[in-house]
């Protein structure tokens, strides 16, 4: 059911309504639902249910005169065909034949637009997802972070919201200190395992790789910051850092550019301290009361805020624990004027939340309860060959996004991206998930990005058969639309402008996954159960390439929406 036919049938329910209410102070909210049991109709409401006890009416009886008033509007004529009452008062509609069919015209006359809406209009959304920390190649864990925040912020930008994508640098620390460490002692001869090697250091082969280019005083830049030329000094600790950190954000940049993913902001963590941004949150929390010292320590009192117990912020010697620079990072992004931000994390940093929840309260500059919102992720599992896949010789100690990709594409970089950003949205983000390369490599139904691909380059075929103007499609009499399958296909692409409201809802853009790989299972049951270009039915071949060619737009528009392509050939 699309959205105007929706509202038509909540305004048919108001105005059956309106004498039965009038007199009282009851303010009706028709909600409309899909019945579980397909044989129920296509809609179901239980409205008269919910007004029988305040009207002193007998439900039944009061779901039988709404259903006479529904039927007897002239503004139910070509929408509804029928309506019965079911059980102690559920009233199920059937909509008509007219109505189902429009919905592939529909879809053929907003072709990429089907799915959008304006619901987010004036609202600015910041999603923050990867913020790797540059001290080595992204993984797999980062790889899911690009899949489901590049697609959320899809979904956001679909209902009309402003979008920043935002990548955050933690490039201040001792993870980059050792960074510097590892990079030092490899470009001296160090090698890991021998004496000198530092304990905490780094072992992948990327760190000689970085030292050899120091040594050889290149210089490289990262996508939004000033260029590092190496002194080649390898007593220049300060030149190592600054070259080891922008050319691993480099290696960051190139591994999001061959997964699609472009960022519209970098921010980095050193700037909250050089423009003095967390000592300035510090003293905001000091001056509203909410913190006390205690052992040499400054602590905040997260647990006026819910937490288990309060939190140290600034530790006895000095140095601020690592919830301090969030909660500076967040007042920036309330400040920009963000009204909603979303984090994609890993599930490691579900301690986080209450800390900094906490802090944004406490500094009481009037950012809501629950912001940001999070999305935690769950680990991710490489299966190779029937055997889990732990080391990338490269990285050290983990498979990365690079080998993900060309692993799955065999080569080919587009297909190898279309399975890693297909399979690491397919499940929610807080279950846990094994990507079996064997399986993204398949040509056949078992691989389900190759499934919903083959459907759109199947219908591509058909329509390339025919040969025909497919723009003309969208004025086709799409009456001859009569069987089973035809009306289930058709329902499935009513249902896609709900899902990606559903989705975007509940921050879970696997959902559109979901609905792809049943879409394309509804085009491949269709395909088989009728023939398409018909020699002796001129009316039903075009109806039913133009349902074909509605549902190849659904298919490219979501598929686009995830960042996966939709190929003609396959």
């Given at each position: 059911m699309l959205a105007q036919q929706k509202q038509q049938i909540v305004a048919l329910f108001q105005a059956a309504l309106a004498p039965i209410v009038a007199g009282t102070d009851l303010t009706p909210n028709v909600v409309l639902e899909r019945p579980r049991d397909p044989s129920h109709g296509d809609i179901a409401c239980n409205i008269a249910m919910q007004l029988a006890k305040p009207l002193k009416t007998n439900p039944r009886e009061l779901a039988t005169r709404l259903v006479a008033a529904l039927l007897a509007a002239p503004g139910a004529e070509g929408l509804i065909d029928a309506a019965d009452i079911a059980g102690p008062g559920f009233i199920n509609l059937r909509l008509a034949a007219s109505a189902k069919q429009s919905v592939a015209r529909s879809v053929l006359e907003q072709g990429a637009a089907f799915g959008s809406g304006v619901s987010g209009a004036g609202h600015h959304v910041i999603i923050e997802f990867v913020s790797a920390n540059p001290t080595g190649p992204l993984h797999v864990g980062h790889g899911r972070q690009a899949a489901l925040g590049d697609a959320m912020a899809s979904l956001f930008l679909s209902q009309g919201h402003d979008v920043t994508r935002e990548f955050y640098y933690n490039d201040?620390?001792?993870?980059?200190?050792?960074?510097?460490?590892?990079?030092?002692?490899?470009?001296?001869?160090?090698?890991?395992?021998?004496?000198?090697?530092?304990?905490?250091?780094?072992?992948?082969?990327?760190?000689?790789?970085?030292?050899?280019?120091?040594?050889a005083k290149k210089t490289v830049s990262a996508s939004d910051g000033e260029p590092a030329t190496a002194s080649g000094d390898v007593n220049d600790l300060e030149s190592i850092r600054r070259f080891a950190v922008t050319y691993l954000r480099n290696e960051q940049d190139q591994d999001l550019q061959?997964?699609?993913?472009?960022?519209?902001?970098?921010?980095?963590?050193?700037?909250?301290?050089?423009?003095?941004?967390?000592?300035?949150?510090?003293?905001?929390?000091?001056?509203?009361?909410?913190?006390?010292?205690?052992?040499?320590?400054l602590w905040l009192k997260t647990t006026d805020y819910g937490d288990d117990k309060d939190r140290v912020m600034r530790k006895s010697d000095g140095t601020y624990t690592y919830f301090v620079p969030d909660v500076a990072y967040h007042i920036q992004k309330f400040r920009r004027g963000f009204d909603q931000a979303i984090n994609i994390q890993g599930s490691d940093h579900h301690g986080t939340i209450a800390r900094v929840r906490a802090g944004l309260q406490a500094v009481d500059i009037g950012i809501p309860q629950g912001y940001p919102d999070y999305v935690l992720h769950k680990m991710v599992t490489v299966m190779k060959d029937g055997e889990e896949v732990k080391i990338s010789k490269r990285a050290g100690s983990y498979v990365t996004v690079r080998d993900l990709i060309d692993w799955s594409g065999a080569g080919d970089v587009t297909r190898g991206r279309d399975a890693v950003r297909f399979f690491l949205i397919s499940r929610k983000a807080d279950t846990e998930f094994v990507f079996d390369v064997n399986v993204a490599l398949e040509t056949s139904d078992e691989n389900p990005v190759y499934y919903v691909q083959y459907a759109h380059?199947?219908?591509?075929?058909?329509?390339?058969?025919?040969?025909?103007?497919?723009?003309?499609l969208a004025g086709v009499d799409l009456s001859p639309l009569t069987s089973p399958k035809e009306f289930e296909l058709l329902a499935k692409l009513a249902s896609y402008p709900e899902v990606l409201e559903r989705a975007l809802g509940e921050l879970g853009p696997h959902q559109v996954a979901f609905y792809l790989r049943e879409l394309a299972g509804d085009l491949h049951s269709y395909y088989f159960a009728h023939k398409w270009l018909l020699d002796d039915d001129e009316p039903l071949k075009l109806a039913r390439l133009a349902l074909a060619a509605a549902t190849r737009q659904v298919l490219r528009n979501g598929l686009a929406l995830i960042g996966v392509s939709a190929p003609d050939k396959m």
């Open positions: 201040a620390g001792v993870q980059i200190a050792t960074l510097a460490n590892s990079v030092q002692a490899r470009a001296r001869g160090v090698k890991p395992g021998e004496a000198d090697w530092p304990e905490s250091a780094y072992n992948g082969d990327y760190i000689a790789e970085i030292a050899a280019d120091f040594l061959a997964f699609g993913v472009k960022f519209d902001n970098y921010y980095l963590e050193s700037s909250l301290y050089a423009d003095g941004k967390v000592d300035t949150a510090v003293k905001t929390l000091v001056d509203s009361g909410k913190t006390y010292e205690e052992g040499g320590a380059a199947r219908i591509c075929s058909a329509l390339a058969n025919w040969g025909g103007d497919v723009a003309s």
